[in-house]
């Protein structure tokens, strides 16, 4: 076997893809030395011939070695077999069973397999079969094997075969916003869009326009003190959530503070406001300092025994998660972010040095835990408040792809974690070179041999308060775009994960908790992946000027039924700037097209009039004379996406107020201000959650997606005579923070 021979068969054993179809549909083949950096960052050498085979050899070993496989998946309803290897003398002795989550047990009837037998150092091992039945009840099981003295154990995951859409929703279609919370807050805010103008844009969403859910960007845990990442996308831990997103006042114990104590917080928060008054962009660093240093006034002050009592126990819940997250976010705090640099006895969460280094900073330590417990009270909160005032879904999460390097996960689970490479994606249409994220992907057998834990604790926590997830980039429950270090991001390889296990988890978890799933399936997608997300009742995402064919925009009677549809997404400009081609023109100055502006803009002009054309066709022009050109196009691109059989329908804010700017350049990081601008209208004037509490422009939004014959008057705000009396900047909702 010549060298190139053994690495694309080990490439094959470890699910690294050797060949891929490029968006052009071009076969491309992976260069030889990705394909080496890959296995290496699995710990397998493939550096000459002789090392490529012993690995092979020691991959096919690798299940006879085992008496039970690392993890078991099976959808309830279709049973399955499971292998257990055993030595031959003690074949007949085996009892296998299943303990359940409950309690119960079952005990497992052996089925035929005819394997032969297999020596494996010195031993000669047997591969018998065990039939797992297709009533076993829904969880996370133990299977357990018995053969003589030796006992084995592994996690059985029964996960439902259909999510689908939460039962309240019946047959009906719904609608909701799309958002950046950070840019959208209110008088009372830090500057930034908090958990607090979360709850009330989802009272206004709900009792002003009559919508069922919100989706925000991912809340993920970042830096816990300046300088910040500002993406989103790109987290310290998708599990916790990131203190910038709390609101000061509204912690319930910001009540018993002294009248010292709340004139020390007034005075931060009104320095920031100061500082910030008249910033075009969102700051996190000086936002997150202020706020982080009102925080402590509140932590320092003590909580009640009652209160006590209830942190305590959200601290035992999550586990050493929690306490290894704020151990990493109070040494990051002493030494810096970037926990290679650290001193070496403290660079793993195991060694007796981080131990003691934790006891002996147990205050800080416990700040962080105690801000998390602060989010996930205020998180509950918004989610009830969404329900409450009538939402039928509520607030839908977001879940990042993958972490920074220097992150709170690499550092709590340093091998599961691979190195030397991060996650990015091929070339496409609207990133020709590629993209290299700068995210570390996990390690598909790492996961594995750990029961998916993290992943699981991860998807269980973001649900616990919402009403749904919507997964970024859902093909990386598939597979992930790896580009090793050094390489340019269209000479990186697809590395494929157990697709049946994550999804599987992902299903289990949003069923426990009646949330809809949407995975964002846009880009390079193998055409199986979304046959199977549907069949596994996942909501897909429709972006309508991605709904092209050969011919032109699809009918709308030919999208598909079982997506969220959308005009735009935060990586394009909102429906007016991309009316206007200001994604082209970006991405000219940003140096980002391979061919000549002019040519892309005559491109765009045509893509567009021709979806100005299929409206008109479709009788949705020209609108109210009334309105501006640009918002009755808007709007007339909404009407098209009821005319789909899409169930769920997004709608960006943004496009509810005609705002301009795009949130997120792709393929850039400094060169754009990405992350970092703040609501605003249609010429960009600034607009603060009380303005849109009065705008019409949502109003006619909202009658649009609601199907209203006449458009609805804005709220407008009851002030008692007695208050009207009194001159006060603030309105009457501006007095409960």
């Known amino acids: ?30 260069p030889r030395g990705t394909i080496v950096a890959a296995l290496a960052a699995m710990d397998v050498d493939a550096s000459t011939p002789e090392a490529a085979r012993e690995a092979l050899a020691a991959f096919e070993a690798r299940p006879w070695t085992r008496m039970l496989p690392s993890f078991v998946v099976m959808e309830q309803g279709r049973g399955r077999t499971v292998d257990v290897h055993v030595p031959v003398g003690s074949a007949l002795s085996t009892v296998v069973s299943v303990r359940l989550e409950d309690g119960g047990e079952w005990q497992l009837s052996q089925a035929d397999n005819w394997d032969p037998d297999r020596e494996v150092d010195g031993v000669l091992k047997a591969r018998m079969s065990y039939w797992l039945p297709d009533n076993l009840p829904l969880g996370y099981h133990r299977i357990q094997a018995t053969a003589e003295a030796v006992t084995a154990e592994t996690t059985l995951l029964v996960s439902p075969h259909f999510l689908g859409l939460p039962p309240q929703l019946g047959d009906r279609r719904v609608w909701g916003y799309g958002l950046q919370l950070y840019s959208v807050h209110g008088q009372n805010s830090w500057e930034i869009g908090d958990l607090r103008d979360l709850r009330d844009l989802a009272v206004w969403s709900a009792t002003q326009q009559n919508a069922d859910y919100l989706l925000i960007n991912p809340l993920h845990a970042a830096q816990p003190e300046p300088p910040t990442e500002p993406s989103p996308y790109l987290p310290t831990s998708r599990r916790y959530v990131n203190p910038l997103y709390i609101r000061v006042e509204a912690i319930m114990e910001y009540a018993l503070l002294s009248e010292e104590d709340r004139r020390e917080i007034r005075r931060i928060k009104d320095a920031l406001h100061r500082r910030l008054t008249g910033s075009p962009l969102i700051q996190r660093d000086p936002i997150l300092s202020a706020k982080l240093e009102a925080l ?32 990493w976010c109070a040494l990051a705090t002493e030494y810096g972010p970037q926990w290679r640099g650290w001193p070496a006895e403290l660079q793993r969460p195991s060694s007796p040095a981080v131990s003691a280094w934790a006891a002996e900073h147990a205050d800080e330590v416990d700040f962080y835990i105690w801000m998390q417990w602060i989010a996930d009270q205020q998180l509950r909160r918004a989610q009830s408040s969404a329900r409450d005032t009538g939402m039928a879904i509520g607030i839908v999460h977001d879940l990042a792809v993958g972490v920074s390097p220097d992150s709170a996960e690499a550092w709590s689970f340093p091998d599961v974690f691979a190195p030397g490479v991060s996650v990015g994606a091929p070339p496409d249409p609207f990133n020709q070179f590629g993209q290299d994220w700068g995210q570390m992907p996990w390690r598909p057998d790492r996961l594995e041999e750990l029961s998916y834990a993290p992943f699981r ?21 598939f597979r992930l775009w790896w580009v090793p270090e050094g390489a340019k991001p269209h000479e990186g390889t697809y590395v494929r994960f157990n697709h049946e296990a994550m999804v599987g988890i992902l299903v289990l978890e949003a069923y426990r908790t009646g949330a809809l799933v949407v995975g964002e399936d846009l880009g390079t997608v193998e055409p199986w992946v979304r046959d199977y997300l549907r069949d596994r009742g996942i909501l897909g995402t429709s972006i309508l000027w991605f709904e092209e064919d050969a ?39 940003l140096g980002l097209l391979t061919e000549s502006l002019d040519h892309e803009l005559e491109i765009a002009r045509a893509d567009l009039q021709r979806w100005i054309d299929k409206l008109a066709q479709l009788g949705l022009l020209p609108g109210d004379d009334a309105l501006d050109p640009t918002e009755n196009l808007v709007l007339a ?32 990081v400094d060169e754009y201000p990405n992350w970092r601008v703040p609501l605003g209208g249609p010429g960009g004037e600034p607009l603060l959650l009380e303005d849109l509490f009065l705008a019409e422009r949502p109003m006619r939004m909202s009658a649009l997606m609601n199907r209203f014959r006449n458009v609805p008057q804005p709220f407008r705000p009851f002030v008692p005579e007695a208050k009207r009396k009194k001159k006060s900047r603030k309105p009457i909702w501006g007095l409960f923070g």
């Open 1 to 30: 076997m010549s060298l190139d021979e053994a690495v694309a068969e080990l490439a094959r054993a470890y699910r690294i893809d050797t060949e891929f179809w490029d968006w052009k549909g071009r076969r491309v083949e992976v």
């Open 296 to 327: 402590r006034i509140v932590y320092e002050a003590g909580l009640p025994p009652a209160s006590q009592m209830a942190k305590q126990e959200f601290a035992r819940r999550e586990g050493r998660g929690l306490t290894q997250f704020a151990t």
């Open 457 to 477: 604790t991860m998807v269980s926590g973001i649900l616990r308060h919402a009403g749904g997830l919507r997964v970024d980039h859902v093909m990386g429950l």
């Open 551 to 589: 011919a032109g925009p699809r009918d709308p009677g030919a999208w598909r039924d079982y997506c969220m549809a959308s005009v735009t997404t935060h990586d394009l400009p909102p429906t007016a700037g991309y009316l206007a081609l200001d994604h082209v023109r970006l991405r000219s100055e």
């Open 637 to 668: 691109l909404h009407r098209y996406l009821h005319m789909t059989p899409a169930r769920v329908l997004c709608v960006a804010l943004t496009d509810a107020v005609g705002e301009r700017r795009t949130q997120n350049q792709p393929g850039t």
